[in-house]
């Protein structure tokens, strides 16, 4: 399933977070295994806006941090791990290895992942792949399911548009 939405500002951006935080907590009720989101784009292009505001939606209060140089963030919720990947300054996929990468793709987690480009062989399962692409006026958001949670989460989100 793919579908591509306009955000023409950044509380379009928020908005659109917000909705989709509403549906993976309408969907992921009965999903124990890790879901991954992946995060595509220019830098600037709103990939880190997007989480905070999906993270905040999803009921992180704390300080939500850009994992820019620690690489991971992590956060909890009463039921669910979140774990914020910035994997722009990865070089080579093996330094995920020292970071136990694969380790936090446990049951009941979100994994959001930008710049996935970087270790296309580390990230083994994503649910949904957005891209976003700068205008000249705003951001184009293209969403691809590729699992059957995927796309019952992009139905969901169509529904709520």
């Keep these: 399933m793919n579908l591509t939405i306009y955000l023409p500002d950044e509380a379009a951006s928020q908005q659109a977070a917000q909705r989709l935080a509403a ?6 009720a ?3 295994s890790p879901i991954t989101l992946t995060f595509c784009g220019d830098i600037g292009a709103g990939k880190t ?3 905070r505001a999906l993270l ?3 009921g992180i209060s704390a ?3 850009s994992p820019t140089f620690s690489l991971v963030e992590s956060y909890e919720t009463p039921h669910l791990q979140i774990h ?3 994997l722009y300054r990865i070089h080579e996929e093996t330094e995920l290895e020292y970071i136990g990468f694969r380790d936090y793709f446990a ?3 979100l994994c959001c992942i930008e710049w996935p480009e970087r270790a296309p062989d580390a990230i083994e399962q994503v649910d949904v792949a957005f891209t976003l692409t700068i205008k000249e006026v705003g951001r184009d958001m293209q969403l691809q399911a590729f699992t ?5 989460l992009l139905t969901c989100f169509l529904g709520e548009s």
Excluded: W
Aim: neutral net charge.
């Design 23 to 28: 549906c993976f907590m309408a969907t992921n």
């Design 30 to 32: 009965q999903e124990p």
């Design 49 to 51: 806006t997007f989480i």
């Design 56 to 58: 905040r939606a999803l």
């Design 63 to 65: 300080s939500i941090k």
């Design 84 to 86: 914020h990947f910035d």
């Design 107 to 109: 049951q009941y987690t």
């Design 148 to 152: 059957p949670f995927g796309v019952n």
